[in-house]
């Protein structure tokens, strides 16, 4: 017998741990693709499968999965073609629940339809994976075991959140408190309150009650039932005068219910966004031991979120249970996901923008940055799918794909408005990203930001950004715009060191930024000074309100409320609050300026103007209006290649140069390159 070396079996183990792809080849020609037949068996039998090729032009039979990967290290083994593979948990618990005992099944399974380790298959197999999804006859989305547990799994973004099983005595009563309004709106729109005896305890029930009870729920609020028609409360057994009603707590633990369903890591991912919007069926998903249609999830949120904002919208905290401190873009996800659906099977325009794709899946995770782009591939028209995307594939690095992304989205809108969604000088994950591109893997910011503001101004007026017109343009890592420089940075207050600031640090940082700008500028004026701090807000209307010089009412108010804090300690508006009517005094003017303080840094120009901008703002930064750009930009002048470039450092508010007034006449722009 011939002696076979240590190198060998090396070779000979690597050789068939490949063996399930390489005995299943695909033609790139006809748009090949692996199909995993699960082969039937009993519930405690171990998993076999075996491959077989198809191309997609025959409109072959098979299921397509959406799942979470789960972590590579835990896996438990299946048999695929005869050979050993270690599916990850996830992967194999959802193999086990779809498994028949009576009939193989066609299964288009990622992990294992793709040969992973092979680049140039894994770029092949991109360029179908929308078709991958859109011919599949069924659809199925994993979101694992729903068990007693299960309160316990609920996962909440924020951490705060309280789950109605460990609400203490105090806390129901607290919330009984908050939620006393609520009361008085749904007898008033003709609620009526359950007897406590025809209502479940929850406790008592069991999982396939609580879960059945959720999903009609959510079936009568997607069929339109408003909110008050829904045992929000009970008849109290204490039938005094006062508490003859009670908060429903059963109602608080189906709504614990439809947020465990939301707090599914499947809803995190990427990839999971194109794997349930493409299918042209509705798709299953899979809370073992119980499956149900997507579309019943979906239709009931975003109805009760419409009702919630609209008509219903006086009995939101407890129909929602807000004070329970769930955060609601994980509702929003869901909604998301809804309206695309409802794009891809109803509409015609069939695809997103790339800006819609993008906003979609900034607050999901990948392994892999890339996946940021290649994960809503599919979901862009198919156009730009076949010829401007044509090439893309993992030899590209994350920063060559996020940038020239980048470029797109401002081409395609004219506009520089995204600017604010940049990188600027802030360190990124992503090595070597430009300044000026977005990094498609980092999560927004929440709330009402200046990602969001600087719309609300015209400081370029009816410019536009010409943008990138020959596709070679679109490589590298520079960005050319045009220009009209307004100013220099002179002097900067301290960088705030909190997210978030309590009311005696923002007392302090805004008399901070007062006497730099006294200082600086000799001047005992404020006007100038509060129109920077504010942004040219006007507290007595939304906050989206569109820009305009304060006028000399608004600023009379400011200095009177400033006085009566610096004299009393008391922050509140001088003027009664019009929106609650109920003659109490508001926060509007310490809100503004709270969020100002948190989100930027005061300075002033060399030219004595005030102005608010990012926090990595320095003096000798430049100022300058950019066409197609709302606001003013902070730029960092440095040198490459022996040439004058910028950095690009973040949007601002500059006194002065908001509305236009750079553009008035014959501007002069200047071609400036960033990088």
């Keep these: 017998m011939e002696m076979i ?6 070779i000979d183990l690597a050789v068939m741990e490949q063996m399930p792809w390489l005995e299943t080849p695909l033609d790139t020609r006809r748009s090949c693709i692996r199909i995993l037949k699960l082969h039937k068996g009993a519930n405690d039998s171990p998993i076999t499968c075996s491959l077989q090729v198809a191309a997609l032009d025959d409109d072959p039979e098979y299921e397509s999965l959406s799942y979470v990967w789960g972590d590579p290290a835990e896996t438990k083994p299946i048999t695929v073609n005869g050979e050993t593979f270690n599916a990850t948990e996830n992967l194999a618990d959802f193999l086990h629940c779809l498994r028949l005992q009576i ?3 066609l299964l288009w399974v990622d992990a294992i339809c793709i040969d992973q380790r092979n680049d140039k298959e894994k770029n092949g197999q991109l360029r179908l994976m929308a078709r991958i999804y859109r011919q599949a006859k069924e659809a199925h989305i994993w979101f694992g075991y729903f068990s007693h547990s299960w309160s316990s799994e609920i996962i909440c973004d924020s951490g705060k959140y309280i789950r109605a099983s460990e609400m203490t005595p105090h806390q129901w009563t607290e ?3 908050i939620c006393r309004g609520d009361l008085r709106h749904f007898l008033k729109a003709g609620g009526k309150p359950e007897q406590q005896h025809k209502l479940f305890h929850s406790e008592k029930q069991s999982c396939e009650e609580l879960l059945s009870q959720t ?3 959510l079936d009568r609020a997607a069929d339109g039932m408003h909110l008050h028609e829904f045992p929000l409360f009970l008849v109290s057994y204490d039938v005094s005068k006062d508490d003859r009603f009670a908060m429903n707590r059963h109602w608080l633990t189906i709504l614990d219910c439809i947020r465990w369903l939301l707090s599914r890591r499947w809803w995190t991912r990427v990839w999971t966004l194109q794997e349930a919007v493409l299918p042209r069926v509705d798709s299953f998903i899979h809370a073992h031991p119980y499956s149900f249609r997507i579309s019943r999830l979906l239709n009931g949120i975003d109805s009760m979120i419409k009702h919630r904002l609209g008509c219903c919208k006086d009995l939101g905290r407890l129909f929602l249970g807000e004070f329970q401190s769930f955060p609601f873009n994980q509702y929003i996800r869901a909604i998301t996901l809804h309206d695309h659906r409802e794009r891809f099977t109803e509409l015609e325009s069939q695809w997103l923008t790339l800006e819609e794709a993008v906003s979609s899946t900034q607050a999901r995770k990948a392994t892999d940055p890339r996946d940021h782009f290649f994960g809503i591939l599919g979901l862009l028209p198919q156009v730009w799918q076949d010829i401007r995307f044509r090439d893309y594939d993992y030899s590209y690095t994350a920063a060559e794909i996020f940038g020239q992304c980048t470029k797109l989205i401002y081409t395609n809108s004219y506009s520089l408005e995204q600017l604010s969604s940049a990188i600027g000088v802030k360190h990124s994950m ?4 430009p300044s000026w591109s977005i990094d498609l893997s980092n999560r927004l910011p929440n709330g009402d930001d200046d990602n969001h503001r ?16 020959l596709m070679h343009e679109l490589a590298g890592p520079s960005l050319a715009i045009k220009a009209i420089p307004i100013g220099t940075v002179g002097a900067c207050a301290r960088r705030v060191s909190h997210d978030r600031l309590h009311s005696n640090m923002v007392f302090s940082h805004i008399s901070e930024w007062q006497r730099l700008y006294e200082d600086y500028t000799d001047t005992l004026t404020t006007d100038r000074f509060w129109r920077a701090a504010f942004m040219d807000r006007d507290i007595w209307r939304n906050w989206r309100h569109k820009r305009k010089l304060l006028p000399r009412k608004r600023l009379d108010d400011i200095n009177r409320w400033w006085r009566s804090w610096n004299e009393t300690g008391d922050s509140q508006d001088l003027d009664l609050d019009k929106q609650a009517g109920d003659g109490s005094r508001g926060d509007y003017h310490y809100r503004a300026l709270k969020l100002n303080a948190e989100k930027h840094r005061f300075f002033c120009t060399a030219k004595y103007e005030p102005g608010l901008g990012p926090h990595d703002v320095q003096p000798f930064d430049e100022v300058y209006v950019l066409a197609g750009c709302q606001a003013p930009a902070i730029l960092r002048r440095v040198m490459r290649d022996g ?3 910028f950095l ?3 949007l601002c508010f500059v006194d002065g140069w908001m509305y236009g007034e750079a553009t008035f006449g014959q501007p002069e722009w200047q071609t400036a390159i960033l990088y």
Excluded: C, I
């Design 643 to 645: 040439k004058a470039t």
């Design 430 to 433: 992503v090595s070597e990203l």
């Design 175 to 177: 919330a009984e408190r």
């Design 215 to 217: 999903l009609d729920v």
């Design 454 to 469: 600087w719309v609300l101004y015209d400081a370029a007026g009816q410019s536009r950004f010409e943008g990138v017109r």
């Design 103 to 105: 009939a193989d099944r």
């Design 648 to 650: 690009f450092v973040g």
């Design 5 to 10: 070396d240590d190198s060998d079996n090396d």
